[in-house]
C-alpha cells in the first residue's frame, strides 16, 4: 500500500491510496482502506460476485488439463509396449545445425571479402590515362571524320593527346586525394570483414572439434498400443440364484447422520471423497518423470546457490507451462529488463506470445501490477530481494488462489534454502537446484530426489 507523508505544525498525517478507486485521501482511522463507505460497498461486492466468472474463465482457458484424476490410472493401465529405436541425438542435431549456420554465414563474408580485394584493385588502377585516351580520339575524328587525309587525322590525334595531357595533369592533385580516400574506405571495409571472418572461422572449427566427440545417435523408447488378438466370442448364460425359502433375506442396515453431522459440510464420508474429482495437469515426457501431474494451482519452491542454475530452470519450467498449458508470468527482481535477464531467455530459447515478464521490485508493486485471475502460473523470481516472508506469501497464494506460484529463492553454503522453513512446508513441490541439476526434495505428486537435468 502506498503512503504519503504530509506534514503541519501540529501533527503528521499519513494519506493512503483507496483500494478501489486509488484516490488520494487522509483516513481517519489508521486500518482504513477505503476513502468512503460506498467505495467499500463496491469492492467488497466485486470481491464477492466477479472471482467466480473469473475464476471459470481462468480455469477453462487452461490447456493439458485431466478432469479427473482416474484418467491418469486408465493411462497407465493401457496396454503398451516400450519399443527402443535409434534416433539422432538432441546435441549432435544442435551442433549440426550451428555448423551449417556458420558454413552460411562464411560463404557470405567470404563473397564480400573478395568483391572489396577486386574494387581495391580497380581503384589502385585508376591513373586518369583514359582522358588522354579520350581525347586522342576525338582529336583524330574532329580532324578527319571520313578519315580521307591521314595526315590530318595524325595531326588532329597529337592536338588531341596534348590537351588530354594538359587535363590529366591538371586533376592529378585532386584525382590522387579522391583515389586514397576510396583506398582507405575500403581498406577498413576489408579489415573488418577479415576480422569478421577470423572470428567464424574460430567458431567453425570449434564446433567441428565438437561434431566430432558427439555422438551422431541415441537409443529412445517409444510406448507403442500392444497388438490385440482375436478371440472367439462366447456366449454366456448368466447364472440366476434364487433365494432360500426358509432363510431370511438381510436387509442392509441404513446410515443415518446424527444432526450435527447433517448441517456441516467440514465432514463427508471416505466414499464421498472418493467421488470427487480434481483438475491436474497432464504433464508429458521428462516433465511428468520429474513432477507427475501437479494439480492447476500447485504451489513450487524452487532454490539453490548463486550460479548453480536455479533461475535457468525456473525460465525452462515458465516455457514449458506456457507453450502447452496457459500464460505464464515470470517477475524479475533482481535482474529486470537487463541484458543478463535477456540472455537467459534466448540462450533457452524460452520467446513464448504466452510467456509474460515483469520488472517488479516489491511484494507491493506486483499487487498493484498484477491484475487477479490472468495469468495460469506465477514466477517470484527472488522472495529473497523482494523481502516475502511466508506470511506475506501466504497473503499473496490467497489473493491469487486459481494460480499455480512458482518462488525462487536464494539458499545457504549448506544447500539450505533462506528465509522461513515454513514456506517449504506449504508447498506442493520443492526443488533444489544445484550444478545445473533440479532435484526434487518434496513432491506431493511424485517420489522425491528425481532428477532433472538443467544444463
Known amino acids: 500500500m502506498l503512503l504519503f507523508f504530509v506534514t503541519n505544525s501540529k501533527n503528521i498525517t499519513m494519506n493512503k491510496i483507496c483500494e478501489f478507486c486509488q484516490t488520494e485521501y487522509t483516513p481517519q482511522r489508521a486500518d482504513a482502506r ?3 463507505k460506498t467505495c ?3 469492492f467488497w461486492y466485486n470481491q464477492k460476485k466477479l472471482p467466480a466468472i473469473e475464476e471459470n474463465q481462468l480455469e477453462s482457458s487452461l490447456k493439458g488439463v485431466l478432469n479427473d484424476m482416474s484418467e491418469i490410472e486408465n493411462q497407465k493401465q493401457e496396454d503398451f509396449t516400450i519399443v527402443k529405436e535409434t534416433v539422432f541425438s538432441p546435441e549432435y542435431l544442435k551442433l549440426k545445425k550451428l555448423q551449417n549456420s556458420m558454413k552460411s554465414q562464411k560463404e557470405i563474408f567470404e563473397n564480400k571479402l573478395q568483391k572489396v580485394k577486386q574494387e581495391i584493385v580497380k581503384i589502385q588502377h585508376m591513373n586518369g590515362y583514359e582522358i588522354q585516351a579520350f581525347c586522342t580520339g576525338l582529336g583524330v575524328i574532329v580532324t ?8 590530318n587525322n595524325v595531326l588532329g590525334g597529337f592536338a588531341g593527346l596534348v590537351v588530354g595531357s594538359i587535363i590529366h595533369d591538371s586533376l592529378q592533385s585532386e584525382r590522387d586525394a579522391q583515389k586514397r580516400n576510396l583506398l582507405f574506405q575500403k581498406e577498413t571495409e576489408q579489415r573488418n570483414l577479415q576480422a569478421n571472418l ?11 572439434t565438437q561434431l566430432k566427440i558427439t555422438p551422431i545417435s541415441t537409443i529412445t523408447e517409444k510406448k507403442v498400443p500392444r497388438p490385440q488378438l482375436a478371440l472367439p466370442v462366447e456366449t454366456v448364460i ?11 433375506v438381510l436387509q442392509p442396515i441404513p446410515v443415518v447422520k446424527n444432526t450435527k453431522e447433517a448441517s456441516s459440510d467440514k465432514i463427508i464420508s471416505s466414499k464421498e471423497l472418493a467421488t470427487y474429482d480434481y483438475k491436474a495437469l497432464c504433464f508429458t515426457d521428462k516433465w511428468q518423470q520429474f513432477i507427475g501431474y501437479p494439480s492447476i494451482n500447485f504451489q513450487c519452491a524452487i532454490h539453490g546457490r548463486a550460479g ?4 535457468t530452470f525456473a525460465i525452462q519450467f515458465a516455457l514449458y507451462l506456457a507453450e502447452n498449458f496457459g500464460k505464464a508470468l515470470y517477475i524479475s527482481s533482481e535482474e529486470g529488463f537487463s541484458k543478463t535477464f535477456k540472455d537467459k531467455f534466448v540462450n533457452n530459447n524460452a520467446l513464448s506470445d504466452n510467456l509474460y515478464v515483469a520488472d517488479l521490485k516489491s511484494y507491493d508493486d506486483i499487487i498493484k501490477e498484477i491484475p487477479v485471475n490472468t495469468y495460469h502460473f506465477i514466477f517470484i523470481d527472488s522472495l529473497n530481494n523482494m523481502h516475502i516472508d511466508a506470511e506475506m506469501l501466504k497473503k499473496f497464494r490467497e489473493r491469487y488462489k486459481n494460480s499455480a506460484i512458482i518462488t525462487i529463492s536464494q539458499a545457504t553454503k549448506d544447500g539450505k534454502m533462506r528465509g522461513s522453513y515454513e514456506i517449504i512446508h506449504d508447498v506442493d513441490i520443492e526443488i533444489i537446484v544445484t550444478k545445473g541439476v533440479a532435484i526434487t526434495n518434496k513432491n506431493r505428486f511424485k517420489e522425491k530426489e528425481l532428477e532433472f537435468s538443467v544444463f
Open 308 to 311: 548453480e542454475g536455479k533461475s
Open 34 to 36: 477505503f476513502c468512503s
Open 144 to 151: 578527319d571524320p571520313h578519315f580521307k587525309k591521314p595526315v
Open 40 to 42: 467499500k460497498s463496491k
Open 238 to 248: 448368466p447364472q440366476i440364484i434364487k433365494p432360500t425359502e426358509n432363510k431370511a
Open 198 to 208: 577470423d572470428v567464424i572461422y574460430f567458431n567453425l572449427e570449434k564446433i567441428e
